[in-house]
């Protein structure tokens, strides 16, 4: 039934050249050809512009868009502006896909407004895994739209990452990604998942993130990093409006973020602020793991750890916890 709509497949692109060639050969190679490649140029002052316009020449379905650097959220609001296919999945130019991602991913869509999931495995530069496949029993899991967010927040069959999934490009109607934010995606696929009529979760590991350790996210504590206490206060204030019997789950993300971007922030002086915001919300969302079914253990060794005091969580959270 969905078999001949076209797939808009959007990727930011700043300064990927050592990457991007692997990353845009995956989807050009996939078993669905009926997509489209979106390419934005957000700035790149490397080669990557000229290996997107080498693609360009040789594949019709390649397009490239060329901004001014404004980070991955305004790349990604410009694709979704330029892309005339009916469903869109977002792609980072450092990763890469199985050659069956859109297949499986279209072979999933059970309504016009379903968001489909499927897995991924974290790879290094050498294209190691650093992670391990886990399979389920059944192939494919339907979730309502509840379900799903549920399973967002508590991070476990699917994750808050904006890649890894297919959307119908009319959720993207009235949403957009937060300009110039960090952690643009936890504070956006929560509202996509509501627009659901389901939520389907393929047993399939389709994606390859790399784990590069210089990225933004493994990178030391910068003031940007404190964008995750707006991203949290107006992601449990829009599940009490919309799911209210999940305001905990959602408390439960909001206390793992925060206390990872907490223990990242160096205990001295200069950031002595940074650290008295982040632990004011870490000490009000910590109960939460206590209160819901499914909170991962580190969450609640975390939240137990947190009752010490902050001198003991900063000493002992990393080695109990991790970030």
């Known amino acids: 039934m969905y078999i001949h709509n076209l797939i808009s497949v959007i990727i930011p692109v700043y300064n990927v050249e050592k990457y991007l060639e692997k990353c845009l050969k ?31 020449k040789k594949d019709k379905r390649f397009s490239v868009l060329t901004k001014e650097n404004g980070g991955l959220s305004s790349a990604r609001n410009l694709g979704l502006k330029k892309i005339r296919g009916k469903y869109v ?18 072979s999933g869509i059970e309504s016009e407004k379903s968001i489909v999931c499927s897995k991924f495995l974290l790879v290094d530069e ?24 549920k399973e967002i927040l508590l991070q476990n069959k699917m994750d808050h ?3 890894g999934k297919l959307y119908p490009i009319s959720f993207f109607e009235n ?20 627009l659901a009529n389901e939520v389907v ?23 940007k990093k404190l964008d995750i206490i707006d991203m949290s206060k107006e992601m449990i204030k829009d599940i009490v409006n919309t799911c209210p019997e999940l305001v ?31 632990w004011k919300e870490v000490r009000e969302n910590r109960y939460a793991p206590f209160l819901i079914k499914g909170a991962r253990l580190k969450n609640k060794l975390g939240a137990i750890l947190s009752f010490l005091g902050r001198r003991f969580f900063l000493k002992l959270g990393k080695q109990l916890v991790g970030k």
């Open 26 to 56: 995956s989807v050009q190679n996939q078993s669905y050809a009926h997509f489209e490649v979106i390419l934005i140029n957000d700035g790149s002052t490397d080669s990557s512009l000229k290996i997107c316009e080498a693609f360009i």
């Open 89 to 106: 999945t977002f792609v980072d130019s450092d990763d890469y896909l199985s050659e069956h991602y859109l297949k499986h991913f279209v």
């Open 126 to 149: 050498n294209g190691v895994f650093l992670s391990k496949r886990q399979r389920i029993q059944e192939k494919k899991l339907i979730f309502s739209k509840e379900e799903g967010i």
């Open 161 to 163: 990452s904006a890649w």
């Open 175 to 194: 949403i957009t990604f937060p300009d110039g934010k960090l952690f643009e995606d936890m504070g956006t696929t929560y509202k996509l998942l509501a």
């Open 201 to 223: 979760f393929l047993d399939e590991y389709d994606y390859y993130y790399l784990q590069q350790p210089n990225s933004i996210m493994n990178s030391s504590f910068n003031l």
């Open 248 to 278: 905990n789950y959602a408390k439960n993300r909001a206390f793992s973020a925060e206390a990872g971007i907490f223990l990242d922030v160096p205990n001295t002086k200069a950031f002595e602020s940074s650290q008295k915001l982040l």
